[in-house]
């Protein structure tokens, strides 16, 4: 009995034992498996870290219209612990992927404490069935998110762009980076597509006509601050911003400050009413030259009467007649209506690339008359857009924004202006489109108005009188506004008279509303367009 029962022991014992080895052998056979398919601790952490950062939502237009998303796609890497064919690794991925660089990969492949190596990401399925077929081992696949910009240049500025682990590098993608990170939260922003479309299409053709370097334009409701349409050229392919010149990055709408000229006289003008410096039948001395110091100031076309009235002075671009009003209005006077039309600040409307404007440390006299038409200092056109949109919507301030959230109270839009001020103000700027430097804006029936601009750029240090800014800011329907619409060219080339805001740029807004009628159903405002 008692061998029968040593004999049962044993046999339970080696039951036990092979039990062991076969564990032992699946753990083996498990760890060889996961091995071969390039798995271990850190590269499950690195795929668990790029599936829950990698994924961005969706930025889309007013109407919904997409303008940004994330689609899954395929990014390979190796562990050079893994390898083991050394050359015939090195030869199949560099024929694969002839753009990846031999050397640097032949470097980062020898390391053998490396347990993970990028070879590329975002790769085509084309790439994906020429590994396969290669066989390579220690290769591995991760699954990550590519952003995607269907639109591409169109909204380039707006928008921006991401690096290759999603991460917001510009525009809304840089503001709203831990907003668009979160899968429950779309970003809409005020842009119409439609709009967009539009002012790139006449800007860009434009710029070619008159050999212009760039160019720039907004598109905004004056009601309520939100931006339509937002164009800065030239441009850039989000999908590739390091293949693109540091100019074409450069943002000339929130970014570029300028002289911008003679679009400054309406502010002067308002701001002057608004004060009580000045009435609207006062007249002022044009006749050249007006002296301060030792310096002259000059029209671009000498007015045929001497003394001239506000709306004369806008509609003649009077240099001498604006420098005369804000004569009269002071210096303390001008800088505290700039100060309340927000021309000393950055403006931010949801985009990372802003600019301070510069203004003069000291304000003589001299500064005062040079500013007064928009010399002497340089803002951004976000500025000018929305001190001109406060003019014209019955003086009430309605800050600039790109981005619409319905869990934000309606603007709060300041009065810096009277009502009645305003009012005069939209009849003397539908003066100057009617009989004045912005004729070529003019369509009949829609009470468009505005004022031209042609400022002389400073080129180390001193202005060159053959490179202008040509721009024209206006808005419609003046008896009512509700867009304001600029638009900025850029060096354009011809004779002296061929290349102001009033040659150029007054066109540009003239094609942009004839298109906008349509799409808006907007009605002939011929029999409205008064201002009595």
């Not at 829950?52 to 997409?66: C, G, P, Q, S, T």
């Not at 893994?82 to 753009?99: A, G, H, N, Q, V």
């Not at 679009?263 to 609207?280: C, E, H, N, R």
């Not at 100057?432 to 042609?454: E, F, H, I, Q, W």
């Amino acid at each position: 009995m008692n061998e029968n029962l040593d004999y049962s022991i044993i046999q339970i014992r080696i039951r036990i034992l092979i039990y062991f080895i076969i564990f032992l052998c699946c753990i083996y056979a498990g760890k060889t498996i996961y091995l071969f398919l390039g798995v271990n601790e850190v590269e499950i952490k690195k795929n668990t870290y790029i599936k829950k950062m990698n994924y961005r939502n969706e930025i889309v237009d007013r109407n919904d219209n997409i303008l940004a998303l994330s689609l899954p796609t395929i990014s390979i890497a190796i562990s050079p612990q893994k390898i083991i064919d050394f050359d015939y690794t090195i030869s199949s991925l560099i024929r694969i992927f002839p753009e990846v660089d031999k050397k640097h990969l032949t470097k980062q492949l020898s390391d053998k404490e490396k347990k993970f190596v990028w070879i590329k990401r975002n790769i085509s399925f084309q790439q994906q069935e020429l590994l396969n077929e290669a066989g390579i081992p220690g290769i591995f696949f991760e699954k990550e998110y590519s952003r995607i910009y269907p639109h591409k240049n169109l909204l380039s500025f707006v928008v921006g762009y991401t690096d290759v682990d999603q991460n917001g590098l510009a525009g809304v993608e840089k503001s709203f980076d831990n907003f668009l990170k979160d899968k429950d939260s779309k970003l809409k922003l005020t842009i119409d597509l439609r709009l967009q479309n539009i002012l790139y299409n006449e800007l860009k053709d434009q710029i070619q006509n008159v050999s212009a370097i760039g160019g720039s334009g907004i598109i905004a409701d004056v009601t309520n601050g939100e931006i339509l349409a937002l164009i800065s050229l030239p441009d850039f392919n989000p999908h590739a911003p390091s293949s693109h010149k540091k100019e074409e990055l450069f943002n000339r709408i929130s970014l570029g400050v300028y002289e911008f000229g003679s679009v400054f006289k309406p502010i002067t003008i308002a701001s002057a009413l608004d004060a009580k410096a000045i009435t609207m039948s006062e007249k002022f001395d044009s006749m050249p030259p007006l002296r301060i110091g030792k310096y002259s100031i000059n029209d671009f076309v000498a007015s045929k009467e001497r003394m001239i009235e506000p709306e004369t002075i806008l509609v003649k671009s009077s240099n001498i007649g604006t420098a005369r009003v804000a004569l009269k209005m002071g210096i303390e006077k001008q800088k505290e209506y700039f100060k309340k039309f927000g021309m000393f600040d950055q403006i931010s409307i949801g985009l990372p690339e802003k600019a301070y404007p510069l203004w003069p440390k000291t304000w003589t006299d001299l500064n005062s008359v040079t500013i007064s038409y928009g010399h002497g200092c340089a803002v951004t056109a976000l500025h000018l857009v929305q001190t001109i949109a406060t003019i014209v919507n019955d003086g009430k301030k309605c800050k600039l924004n790109l981005v619409l959230d319905k869990n934000l109270p309606n603007p709060d839009c300041e009065e810096i202006i009277r009502k009645d001020v305003s009012k005069k103000m939209r009849k003397m700027l539908r003066e100057v489109v009617v009989r004045g430097s912005g004729k070529r804006a003019d369509l009949d029936g829609y009470c468009l108005g505005g004022k031209t601009g042609t400022s002389i750029k400073i080129y180390n240090g001193r202005y060159d009188k053959t490179k202008n800014l040509s721009s024209f800011i206006g808005a419609f329907p003046m008896n009512d506004p509700k867009y304001v619409i600029f638009v900025n060219i850029d060096e354009p080339q011809g004779g002296k008279f061929q290349t102001t805001g009033g040659a150029v740029s007054a066109s540009i807004a003239k094609k942009i509303v004839e298109q906008m009628i349509p799409i808006f159903g907007i009605e002939d405002e011929n029999e409205r367009c008064f201002f009595e």
